[in-house]
């Protein structure tokens, strides 16, 4: 069993930025963000692999986020850039056994999650 702590979450004007954090508890593999608003799907966001190699990101954020890794820390980091009030949502980190992927489905384990409030 994993388990997956996100932190860093807060308010920040736009254009400005901001840095998420996953703590996990073991090994994580592939571990993707996924972000939620209230009466919406949870969307994909970003994913890295194991090794750190391999990135996927979310059309709607590619160029503005980065997504990177400690495995010696077993942490996993978003870094968002130039954010805009719509990226303003509950920011979600998940893990698996899997190659680097969007569907959110395939995900085994989840943090609680962190909220980003981005204002105009």
């Known amino acids: 069993q994993v388990q997956l702590v996100e932190s860093g979450g807060g308010m920040v004007q736009a254009g400005g930025s901001l840095r998420v954090s996953c703590a996990a508890s073991g090994r994580t593999y592939t571990v993707g963000w996924f972000r939620q608003t209230p009466g919406k799907e949870r969307e994909f966001v970003a994913a890295i692999s194991w090794s750190g190699t391999s990135t996927y990101y979310a059309d709607s954020v590619k160029g503005r986020f980065t997504i990177s890794r400690e495995n010696v820390k077993n942490m996993v980091y978003l870094q968002m850039n130039s954010l805009k009030p719509e990226d303003t949502a509950v920011y979600y980190c998940?893990?698996?056994?899997?190659?680097?992927?969007?569907?959110?489905?395939?995900?085994?384990?989840w943090g609680q999650g962190t909220q980003v409030t981005v204002s105009s």
């Open positions: 998940a893990a698996g056994p899997l190659p680097v992927t969007d569907n959110k489905d395939s995900y085994k384990y």
